[in-house]
């Protein structure tokens, strides 16, 4: 079996080139390492250091006609989209029709795409479903979508054979902590620090945590689906800001300081993705506890 993981310099995608590899997988990875980095790249694998919005990305995948494409590379970024909603469409979206054109010419068994529940918006502070409404409010979320359908399209069109993953807050080892990075990863570098960590608010919005490696699993399940669909990666269940410190108490050593600020403008006081169906067609189910989790993601920050 032949795979491309794009983006699989940075945090998902590093795991999942592991995974594959460990599996027998000949791993082929896309990332022009904007977020990514040199060191995340497998050695097992072979790198394209390119841009997925270069068009020559389709005689890439016409030279080596891969199995399988996870499509991971991505402006994952809120912020920057918001700062430049050109440079997010054209890594999200145009990056996203490369690779569909390149399924078109040399066909493959599945597209994996990586989505996110910001392709929801603002919605209601209830559990979501995959049919719940696309209201996506930052130009993330919008660029999101707008692959969901141009993916959803080419199935329809041209058999390109998709699965769509929606993903809730993933944390793991090398999370960035930079910029719009998971809280959890923001935590455990200021921990490293030994500075102080900021609490949005009052700690009490929550969040679904899923664990990187329940991710990986979720890919490399979706990619032995039969049919096209779209499925939510998620544990189903959210906890607070304020359980992520608790946890982190019973770890650290030393007390941990910390403090309140203002709510972010725009922040979900609430999000959690209903995993059912992904539990009931994938043959997958999230196997980390937010405890165990956690514990393993301390030891890769603080390197215990
Ligand atoms: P990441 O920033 O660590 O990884 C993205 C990778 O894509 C990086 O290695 C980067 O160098 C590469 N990349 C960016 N633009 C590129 C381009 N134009 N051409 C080639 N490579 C490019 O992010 P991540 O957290 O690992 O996210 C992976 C995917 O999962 C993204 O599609 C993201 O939208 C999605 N996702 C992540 C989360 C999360 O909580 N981390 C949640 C929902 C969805």
């Known amino acids: 079996m032949k795979a491309f993981v794009t983006g699989g310099a940075g945090f998902i995608g590093s795991h999942l080139t592991d995974s594959l590899l460990d599996m027998g997988t000949e791993v082929h990875i896309i990332d022009n390492l904007s977020s990514g980095k040199k060191e995340y790249v497998n050695p097992a694998a072979v790198f394209h250091e390119k841009d997925i919005s270069d068009p020559s990305i389709v005689e890439l995948i016409d030279l080596h006609k891969p199995d399988y494409i996870y499509h991971l590379a991505a402006q994952a970024d809120v912020n920057r989209s918001t700062e430049c909603p050109y440079q997010d469409m054209k890594t999200n979206l145009i990056g996203t029709i490369n690779l569909l054109d390149g399924c078109r010419k040399a066909p493959i068994k599945k597209f994996i795409f990586s989505s996110t529940s910001a392709v929801y918006g603002n919605g209601p502070d209830k559990k979501l479903t995959e049919q719940s409404p696309l209201n996506p409010a930052s130009f993330y979320g919008l660029s999101k979508v707008s692959a969901e359908k141009y993916i959803q399209l ?151």
Request: charged content about 25%; some cysteine.
């Open 154 to 304: 080419y199935g329809d069109f041209f058999s390109v054979p998709f699965s769509i993953l929606r993903y809730g807050n993933v944390y793991g080892p090398r999370q960035t902590a930079k910029g719009e990075g998971g809280v959890i990863a923001v935590f455990l570098e200021k921990l490293k620090q030994s500075e102080r960590l900021k609490l949005n608010g009052d700690g009490d919005q929550t969040r679904d945590f899923i664990y990187v490696q329940d991710i990986v699993d979720a890919n490399i399940a979706a990619s032995m689906h039969h049919s096209n669909d779209i499925f939510h990666i998620s544990t189903g269940s959210s906890a607070s800001i304020n359980k992520l410190i608790e946890l982190l108490k019973d770890l650290h050593p030393s007390p941990i300081d910390y403090f309140h600020s203002e709510n972010r403008i725009g922040d979900i006081k609430h999000s959690c993705l209903d995993n059912s169906k992904a539990v009931n067609s994938l043959n997958w189910s999230p196997s980390f506890s937010l405890k165990e989790g956690i514990l393993q993601t301390y030891r890769s920050f603080l390197k215990k």
